[in-house]
């Protein structure tokens, strides 16, 4: 599976950013997909991640500020970031489980759980 993430950049913060994450091989319809992303310094965490049956998860930091949605027709996952903060700079990365999970299955909630990656996009937030 090939995994290529775009759209990060610089914004100013309370500003917003729509991420894009294109993956073959049906991957968005077939697999749970995850946004992450990593710091200077820093673990990689999960950002949110949303499963094959549109079951999404978000770490509490970015609730209610942003949205994993997905196109199966375009095989495009997406990310929309509003109000921006400082502590959202980081570099994304895109990832891809590869279990065909049941509906009861929870998406994996450490990068360890996906196998496939893009090379991540840059998103800087300055205040």
């Known amino acids: 599976v090939q995994v290529t993430e775009s759209g990060g950049g610089s914004v100013q913060a309370g500003g917003s950013l729509r991420l894009s994450c294109a993956a073959s091989?049906?991957?968005?319809?077939?697999?749970?997909m995850g946004w992450f992303r990593q710091a200077p310094g820093k673990e990689r965490e999960l950002v949110s991640s949303?499963?094959?049956?549109?079951?999404?998860i978000y770490t509490d930091s970015v609730k209610e500020r942003f949205i994993v949605s997905k196109d199966i027709a375009t095989n495009t996952l997406y990310l929309q970031m509003n109000s921006l903060q400082s502590e959202d700079t980081a570099m994304y990365y895109c990832?891809?489980?590869?279990?065909?999970?049941?509906?009861?299955?929870?998406?994996?909630?450490?990068?360890?759980?996906?196998?496939?990656w893009g090379q991540g996009t840059q998103v800087t937030v300055s205040s």
């Open positions: 949303i499963s094959r049956y549109n079951q999404t």
């Open positions: 990832a891809v489980d590869h279990h065909t999970r049941a509906r009861w299955s929870a998406c994996p909630g450490v990068s360890s759980g996906y196998r496939y």
């Open positions: 091989d049906y991957a968005v319809s077939n697999f749970c």
